[in-house]
């Protein structure tokens, strides 16, 4: 049997409904040479409880990375979550994003020394969320847009994301005016690359810390690849309660230290996790 070459790591904290449905679409992937490393920021019990639910029906390995809840403390569960990699390639995502039978694939296809691979998602409404069902997820509806607009979803733009094949995506990808940054929710890099920058800055609380991780990649020479057109994760809706203004204000004036300053690595991250294990 061919040995596993990708980590994907998933963040989630106390959301057992939308992760189970996400991680039934891991299990739905045409590559299938990856682990998953859920990277949780103090979930309780129910969490635990799923996991190793699934750990006794998907194909692929599960390593559960877990600290105690501390308040929104996912940088720092994420460079944990980078330390348990057992890979040398990462794709990262979150536990409301459901992915298309070949995001796995995409990211592989794309993969490439001296880039990261920026992806989006395409947000689905409370109502579409909570309607999506395993056999939706196993059956590709949740993608498509026929089934979508039947129960509810208004057109827009953004709906290119869903139907677009591979000359479309191709000519979207190239033309769209949004930045190929490091997004959370969809994007992969090399562990070396990540290692080397001390991985996500662990001040930095709710507001474009995945942001900031690529900036300094950008400062430390890689370049980016655009398939947010490509690698296709419907985000499920879920309200915001970490959110705040003191948050974002604090990352904004970190980003814009890393952007002036050149800065590629941070005194807070990787390392600071391993002393502190």
């Not at 129910?46 to 390593?63: G, R, S």
Request: aromatic share 12%; with cysteine.
């Amino acid at each position: 049997m061919t040995s596993i070459d990708t980590s994907i790591i998933i963040s989630t904290y106390n959301s057992v409904e939308w992760l189970e449905k996400v991680l039934h679409g891991y299990n739905n992937q045409t590559y299938k040479l990856f682990e998953i490393i859920i990277a949780d920021d103090g979930s309780t019990q129910a969490t635990f409880d799923l996991i190793k639910k699934l750990q006794n029906e998907v194909f692929y390995p599960i390593i559960h990375v877990w600290h105690e809840d501390n308040g929104f403390q996912k940088s720092k569960i994420l460079n944990k979550a980078i330390i348990a990699c057992n890979t040398p390639y990462i794709i990262m995502s979150d536990g409301d994003c459901i992915p298309r039978h070949d995001f796995v694939k995409v990211h592989i296809d794309h993969k490439e020394d001296g880039y990261f691979l920026s992806g989006g998602y395409f947000m689905l409404p409370m109502s579409i969320s909570k309607l999506t069902n395993i056999d939706d997820i196993y059956n590709g509806s949740c993608f498509d847009l026929k089934w979508l607009k039947s129960n509810g979803l208004k057109y827009s733009f953004k709906n290119n994301k869903l139907s677009s094949s591979k000359f479309k995506s191709w000519f979207l990808n190239n033309v769209t005016p949004t930045n190929a940054s490091w997004n959370g929710h969809n994007a992969s890099g090399w562990k070396k690359d990540i290692i080397a920058i001390n991985g996500f800055d662990e001040r930095m609380q709710y507001g474009g810390q995945d942001r900031e991780l690529g900036e300094r990649l950008f400062n430390y020479g890689l370049k980016s690849k655009q398939i947010r057109y490509s690698s296709i994760c419907v985000h499920l809706d879920h309200p915001r309660g970490y959110k705040n203004k003191d948050s974002i204000e604090k990352n904004l004036a970190i980003r814009s230290k890393t952007r002036n300053e050149f800065k590629v690595w941070t005194e807070s991250g990787i390392i600071n996790t391993q002393i502190s294990n």
